[in-house]
């Protein structure tokens, strides 16, 4: 059973640029949300999507968008790429809310974003 | 909005001794969550608890809800337990402590 799989796993961005991460969600699963974690800190919550829609968002600008796909998968999208937006970037995804009521999140290994 | 703190913020151990790491947290939450984060960044979530006392193994946690605190306890500790870990509250999203960093020395 295959979990929760990120890509890149790194990457280098130059100022200005603009990137996007992609993630595949353990089966059976169909919430995903995203996270960005810089060094030294916990995860900070970006947002989250459930039947291809943005549901819930974090303190982040605009420059960060997402999208959910039909089989569940989800791109983060960043514009205009700051240095400050070094730093892992981490994929959940969640079991379907009819389950259980237990939002118990299961990480992909991230992908690591350097902004020169 | 909702505070989660840990503490201690590093600890470091030999191999084979206990540790406790606690979260407090500023407000009623829906549930709680223990991750382990390994030097390589792939988190695993050990415990959802959001009262009570579960076990796994060598770990176990303790969640105090009217007392808005929750404990990890480690024994027998090994080097594999190295790593950051992390206690994470559900209010309408997740918020996260800065977490405790564990080194086991062997």
């Known amino acids: 059973d295959a979990g929760v799989t990120q890509s890149p796993t790194h990457l280098i961005k130059t100022r200005g640029q603009q990137v996007t991460l992609r993630c595949s969600p353990k089966?059976?699963?169909?919430?995903v949300s995203w996270y960005q974690q810089a060094l030294g800190q916990g995860p900070q919550f970006i947002f989250q999507?459930?039947?291809?829609?943005?549901?819930q968002r974090g303190n982040f600008p605009d420059r960060f968008s997402g999208h959910q796909f039909p089989n569940y998968s989800s791109e983060l999208n960043v514009n205009a790429l700051l240095l400050g937006d070094s730093a892992l970037y981490l994929c959940?995804?969640?079991?379907?809310?009819?389950?259980?009521?237990?939002?118990?999140?299961?990480f992909g290994a991230g992908s690591r974003l350097t902004v020169l | 909005g909702i505070q989660v703190e840990q503490s201690p913020p590093d600890l470091i151990l030999q191999e084979g001794a206990n540790s406790t790491l606690r979260c407090n947290f500023s407000?009623?939450?829906?549930?709680l969550q223990w991750f382990h984060q390994n030097p390589w960044g792939q988190l695993i979530n050990l415990f959802y608890i959001p009262s009570g006392t579960k076990q796994n193994g060598r770990l176990s946690a303790t969640t105090v809800a009217t007392e808005r605190y929750s404990l990890l306890y480690i024994s027998s500790s090994q080097t594999t337990d190295s790593g950051v870990y992390f206690c994470a509250v559900h209010a309408y999203q997740l918020i996260w402590g800065a977490g405790t960093k564990l080194i086991i020395k062997p």
């Open positions: 959940a995804s969640i079991q379907p809310r009819r389950a259980s009521g237990a939002n118990v999140l299961t």
């Open positions: 999507y459930y039947e291809e829609e943005e549901r």
């Open positions: 407000d009623s939450v829906n549930n």
């Open positions: 089966s059976g699963h169909d919430t």
